[in-house]
């Protein structure tokens, strides 16, 4: 993956979050009652696939590899995690199928970047 592959994989993070904050802010979408639990959980999640993937693109290759990649795996395993709370909400009727395919389109796009990312750093 190059650096302008790597930027890419960022900057589609940040758009990730922006969308999930976007959807979940939505009181017709996600009433009161699921604000402390399920879009709690959205939110920091989101935010957290951003964090690493920028965490990940500071660690020198040079420097420490592993670390790197234990990053780049963390950020996949959140990749995971919201993709099941956004089927989840999809399976309670917080979302549409199309809202869904989306939303889940923008986070698999990203979980795959990674792993194409972390394989190259190899």
């Given at each position: 993956m190059s650096d302008t592959e790597k930027l890419q994989v960022i900057t589609?993070?940040?758009e990730l979050v922006k969308h999930s904050y976007r959807i979940t802010s939505n009181c017709t979408r996600y009433?009161?009652?699921?604000?402390?639990?399920?879009v709690d959980r959205i939110q920091l999640?989101?935010?957290d696939i951003?964090?690493?993937l920028l965490e990940a693109n500071r660690v020198l290759v040079t420097q420490d590899l592993k670390e790197r990649k234990e990053i780049q795996t963390k950020?996949?395993?959140y990749?995971?995690?919201l993709l099941f709370y956004i089927e989840l909400s999809k399976e309670i009727?917080?979302?549409?199928?199309?809202?869904m395919e989306y939303?889940?389109?923008?986070?698999?796009?990203?979980?795959f970047m990674t792993i194409a990312w972390r394989k190259q750093s190899k």
């Open positions: 589609k993070s940040m009433p009161k009652k699921y604000r402390f639990s399920l999640k989101s935010m951003y964090e690493n950020a996949i395993l990749c995971d995690e009727g917080l979302l549409d199928f199309n809202s939303w889940s389109k923008m986070v698999c796009d990203i979980k």
